[in-house]
């Protein structure tokens, strides 16, 4: 028997096409990229963001299972290779309440008690600001901003100087000075750092809660009303509903900041031992301990990232509530009648206690020798002007007579100043990507990949650069204690805030303008310069001053990164109080205030804004 394939015969193969076809295809995709260069410029910053947020957590990540260089003979394994030795460091062996549960405990409580402080004094003062006619709201709405404005760890610095007792080293506290001897508890420890905090981040609160109980339209209460609500009830079932949103953000958002806050719980935790998770993590990196460094910031990056999408959950499912309401939105001012002054008295008090209090007790500080006793001759600007102190071999004169104060100034402009530039013009150009090339894979993916660095508390962020450029790995040669490493990392912590600006403004920009400027035979790069940089000139200088106010006071992610070499205000005034130089310490941080106060002046003159003009101010 004869088989036969019955099959039909495979076609021919198509013939391969010219080479000169090819070229002229590549050449006309070339051209096109080379007029409209918009899906190449996001796929490069796709790359450079990946490299720069997703490598440094996976490298972090990588080292809480890898063997470091001089932990072999603990692992009993070659360096580089895998382990569990760190975990097992970290969550079950006998240090590991000191090392990570009790800095979690601590933590967790310190974090819910600032967050009920914060939503307790912001939420107040929002309520009286928004909704009433207390005395004096147009300047209180400016004036309870402000100490948001501060380094957070100046409330910490003027809460030693009034408390400070004979625990730790230095100068004595104001209350030590008259016999007065403050119990631990109300000189170090939780206690202080929920307060400090809880002034700190109120205004946070403020701006969130007040912009949203602005804008709810009191005729759906005064409906509730007619109908014989009574107050509860519409409080509970019209108020508060509408207000969820704004008020699950802020909590979360307060507690996920809580969260990477190096300054204040360092120096009131340290002298009683009271760690957090960001100073255990720090004393980590301070004792080479690479490893365990890694498994605590991978922590500090998860919890950080499921406070952030809790939140964002939370957002999603209480989107009905913002649907709620009628075209005549009106806003209706409760009168206090005689209560209108004492209310503006008490939101006085608070702007009292939260910036005049702290920066007076600074100030005071710096001006005596000895705190608090304010004699004729206990006066002396010697902490300024001195060109010896006796005693101090450390910082041996006045803050302005040597070169350290002029050099980290010098360090903390131009490095946060570059970092600024480059991320309002990054961010820009990210918007200008995001918008232009809506719907593309490459616009959506540069979208998230830039909101990124938002998930992750500063201090854990920094560990993972310290993790991935430490040492050289390929052509990337090590870049720790340099000027480039502190750019970069203070340019990609702060792009998620430039980035969602250059997104906003870009997409009040139609396409007409550059289509007629390429009408006229304008290139890419000149319709950029001469079209869109102009256009957008408010928004390009909000993305950068912005990071630069932010940058300037910015700790937890530059104290791991700095050296000697590299010293900005921040370190140096953190370096100053290690030495229990209070006095010179205090006045560092007046400076930077007084840097971060002109900041905020000139950028809300450059862009005629205001923080508080979402609460009437």
Request: a positive charge.
């Amino acid at each position: 028997m004869v088989i036969t394939d019955s099959r039909p015969a495979p076609p021919p193969p198509a013939p391969a096409a010219p080479p000169a076809s090819r070229l002229r295809r590549w050449r006309y995709r070339l051209s096109i990229a080379r007029h409209e260069p918009t899906l190449v410029i996001g796929f490069v910053l796709t790359l450079l963001l990946l490299y720069l947020v997703i490598a440094p957590l996976v490298a972090v990540l990588s080292d809480a299972f890898r063997v470091q260089f001089g932990d072999e003979p603990k692992t009993g394994q070659p360096a580089g290779g895998w382990t569990g030795y760190y975990l097992w460091r970290v969550f079950r062996s006998q240090i590991s309440s000191i090392l990570f549960w009790q800095p979690l405990v601590n933590t967790l409580m310190v974090a819910v008690g600032v967050t009920v402080l914060a939503l307790l004094l912001g939420g107040v003062s929002a309520f009286l600001l928004t909704r009433t006619d207390i005395a004096g709201r147009k300047w209180l709405s400016t004036a309870l901003v402000v100490p948001y404005m501060l380094p957070s760890w100046t409330f910490a610095l003027a809460w030693l100087a009034l408390f400070k007792n004979d625990r730790s080293g230095g100068q004595v506290g104001i209350l030590e000075a008259r016999g007065i001897n403050t119990p631990d508890w109300l000189a170090y420890g939780a206690v202080p750092i929920i307060i400090c905090l809880g002034v700190h981040y109120f205004p946070f609160v403020l701006l969130l809660f007040g912009n949203a109980l602005r804008r709810l339209d009191s005729q759906l209460e005064d409906s509730a009303r007619v109908l014989g609500a009574g107050r509860r009830t519409v409080l509970g079932r019209i108020t508060l509903p509408l207000m969820l949103p704004s008020l699950s953000s802020s909590v979360l958002l307060v507690f996920g900041r809580v969260l990477g806050t190096f300054g204040t719980p360092y120096i009131l935790g340290l002298p009683v031992d009271f760690n957090l998770l960001s100073t255990s993590l720090f004393s980590s990196v301070k004792n080479h301990e690479p490893g365990i460094t890694a498994v605590l910031a991978t922590v500090i990056v998860v919890i950080g990232v499921a406070v952030v999408v809790a939140d964002a959950r939370l957002l999603r499912e209480q989107r009905r509530f913002v649907t709620v309401g009628s075209k005549g939105a009106m806003s209706r001012m409760i009168s206090l009648g005689r209560w209108r002054r004492p209310a503006g008295l008490v939101a006085a008090g608070v702007f009292v206690v939260g910036v005049v209090v702290p920066v007076l007790t600074l100030a005071l500080s710096t001006v005596t020798t000895t705190p608090g006793v304010f004699r004729g001759d206990n006066f002396t600007l010697k902490y300024w002007l001195a060109a010896d102190l006796p005693g101090a071999p450390g910082f041996p004169h006045g803050i302005l007579r040597g070169t350290e104060l002029f050099h980290a100034a010098w360090n903390s402009l131009r490095i946060v100043g570059l970092a600024a530039v480059i991320c309002g013009l990054t961010g820009l150009l990210i918007g200008y990507v995001v918008v232009r090339a809506d719907g593309s894979r490459i616009a959506g993916l540069l979208r998230q990949v830039s909101f990124l660095p938002y998930l992750v508390p500063g201090i854990a962020f920094a560990a993972a650069f310290l993790s991935l450029f430490a040492v050289r790995r390929g052509p990337v040669p090590a870049l720790y204690g340099s000027v480039t490493l502190l750019v970069i990392v203070l340019a990609v912590t702060h792009l998620p805030y430039a980035s969602r600006s250059g997104i906003s403004a870009m997409t009040q920009l139609g396409r007409e303008p550059e289509e007629a400027a390429q009408v006229t035979g304008a290139g890419w790069l000149t319709r950029i310069r001469r079209v869109v940089v102009p256009i957008q000139r408010g928004s390009l200088v909000t993305g950068i001053v912005l990071p630069f106010i932010s940058g300037i006071k910015e700790l937890s992610i530059v104290i791991m990164l700095t050296t000697t070499g590299t010293q900005l205000l921040t370190t140096l005034s953190v370096n100053l109080i290690d030495y229990a130089y209070d006095q010179m310490a205090n006045a560092v941080v007046l400076v930077i205030a007084l840097v971060a106060f002109l900041a905020t002046y000139l950028t809300q003159r450059l862009t005629r804004t205001s923080l508080a003009s979402g609460l009437g101010g």
